[in-house]
């Protein structure tokens, strides 16, 4: 007697294997997560962004009381306050005195801020990191304790009233930050460059300015969009060494539109709008270098 074994298996289905979950790799959003980190960002944005077109839509309206109903702007929106600022005051003039003082704090306190960043970096000088420290305290000081001093200092001098007096005032306030700046960004720069420098037969000064410098670019652009910005928005220290009308700042000039009685918001708005126009440009020349800047300073190696 013969007995046979049949052995059956059982059709798999093709649907009942599945196919195995793509892993998610680390640092990868889940779709919820996407949509809540772009929320967050439109959020912000929105924030940002909402007082400067506010103030753009009160700058169109025609009269100096629409700040109250700015509903009623929409219907009557003219560029006469443009107009009346550009033709009938002293912009101009406000706008010469401004990139004169703002240009000559950007270039002169970026120059020294580099070499001075550059010699503490590089340079071991008996109490080369208490300078360091030495430059924070100076920013210690409160600009109302300062401008008694700082006015004698220059009327000695007879740079009152003088674009190069308010320029070295505003080089005490931007160096010693965009010094500590620079000084960050140096040492994440290799010492051997320096020394490369030195077996081609540079100089010190001569390394710094043919190897350095174009290596620190990104460094050189923050130091220079922050000395631009101090110096172009500055009022106190403009509105006490700047006696003369025709020297006045865009900032100090915006102060003209507020009087004891009258406050003509309107001219003030569209005035603020045209003083942003110049700092918007330079962010424009400079921002390819900023984030790179911002960053690279912050650790070293």
Not at 121 to 125: A, H, I, L, P, Q
């Given at each position: 007697m013969s007995t046979t074994t049949a052995e059956s298996s059982a059709p798999v289905k093709k649907d009942?294997?599945?196919?195995?979950?793509?892993?998610?790799?680390?640092?990868?959003?889940?779709?919820?997560?996407?949509?809540?980190?772009?929320?967050?960002?439109?959020?912000?944005?929105?924030?940002?962004?909402?007082?400067?077109?506010?103030?753009?839509?009160?700058?169109?309206?025609p009269d100096?009381?629409?700040?109250?109903?700015?509903?009623?702007?929409?219907?009557?929106?003219?560029?006469d306050n443009y107009s009346?600022?550009?033709?009938?005051t002293e912009f101009f003039n406000w706008l010469k005195s401004s990139l004169i003082v703002t240009l000559g704090t950007t270039a002169i306190g970026v120059l020294i801020a580099a070499t001075t960043g550059y010699a503490v970096?590089?340079?071991?000088?008996p109490g080369y990191k208490k300078f360091m420290w030495i430059l924070l305290v100076t920013q210690m000081f409160p600009v109302a304790v300062l401008m008694v001093p700082m006015y004698q200092i220059l009327s000695d001098l007879k740079l009152v009233d003088n674009y190069f007096g308010l320029v070295l005032v505003y080089c005490t306030?931007?160096?010693?930050?965009?010094?500590?700046?620079l000084k960050g960004y140096f040492d994440t720069i290799p010492f051997e460059i320096d020394e490369a420098g030195r077996v081609d037969g540079l100089t010190p000064f001569g390394t710094f300015l043919r190897l350095i410098l174009p290596l620190a670019k990104p460094g050189i652009a923050v130091a220079a969009f922050y000395n631009f910005?101090?110096?172009?928005?500055?009022?106190?220290?403009?509105?006490?060494?700047?006696l003369s009308d025709d020297k006045y700042t865009l900032a100090v000039g915006l102060q003209s539109f507020v009087s004891e009685?009258?406050?003509?918001?309107?001219?003030?708005?569209?005035?603020?709008?045209?003083?942003?126009?110049?700092?918007?440009?330079?962010?424009?020349?400079?921002?390819?270098?900023?984030?790179?800047?911002?960053?690279?300073g912050g650790t070293k190696g």
């Open positions: 009942s294997v599945k196919a195995p979950r793509r892993a998610r790799r680390r640092g990868e959003n889940t779709l919820a997560g996407s949509l809540v980190s772009h929320g967050v960002l439109i959020a912000a944005s929105v924030i940002a962004l909402f007082p400067i077109a506010w103030l753009v839509y009160l700058s169109l309206g100096k009381d629409d700040y109250l109903h700015p509903g009623d702007i929409w219907g009557k929106m003219s560029f009346f600022v550009l033709q009938h970096s590089r340079m071991r000088f306030t931007v160096v010693p930050y965009s010094a500590w700046l910005l101090t110096a172009f928005s500055e009022v106190a220290f403009a509105s006490t060494f700047m009685h009258d406050a003509q918001r309107n001219l003030m708005a569209a005035t603020a709008v045209l003083i942003a126009i110049p700092a918007a440009l330079f962010f424009y020349l400079v921002q390819k270098n900023l984030v790179t800047g911002l960053t690279a």
